[in-house]
């Protein structure tokens, strides 16, 4: 089973930036697809972003409330995925998951079962 390890979260002021790393124990090589999810204290869990990738490409998904300020990345070499997170808002204080999945014919991310332990993110306004 892989494991998934988050770091980079932190506090940070409304406006600023952090990015998130997931680092992988072993290539994903079951999996096409890895995403970023959230749980905000008393929330449900929530998707974020995800990137998949195939002989063809790579892709990337994200939220709509996301879009536009956060940016998901792989480097395969390194087994890691990234969120860089910019233009933070109150609302965006979580705790960040990362998970290996994969990605539906209709463009909806689907969870695995490789979860990481989660990172929290504080923005402060």
């Known amino acids: 089973q892989v494991q998934l390890v988050e770091s980079g979260g932190g506090l940070v002021q409304a406006g600023g930036s952090l990015r998130l790393s997931c680092a992988a124990s072993?290539?994903?090589?079951?999996?096409?697809?890895m995403g970023w999810l959230r749980q905000a204290l008393g929330k449900e869990r929530e998707f974020v972003a995800a990137?998949?990738?195939?002989?063809?490409?790579?892709?990337?998904y994200y939220a709509d409330s996301v879009k536009g300020r956060f940016t998901i990345s792989r480097d395969s070499a390194k087994n890691t995925m990234y969120l860089q997170m910019n233009s933070l808002k109150s609302e965006d204080t979580a705790v960040y998951y990362c998970?290996?999945?994969?990605?539906?014919?209709?463009?909806?991310?689907?969870?695995?079962?490789?979860w990481g332990q989660g990172t929290q993110v504080t923005v402060s306004s």
């Open positions: 072993t290539r994903t090589i079951s999996s096409n697809a």
């Open positions: 998970n290996t999945g994969s990605v539906s014919d209709d463009g909806n991310y689907v969870c695995g079962d490789n």
């Open positions: 990137i998949s990738w195939s002989w063809s490409g790579i892709w990337t």
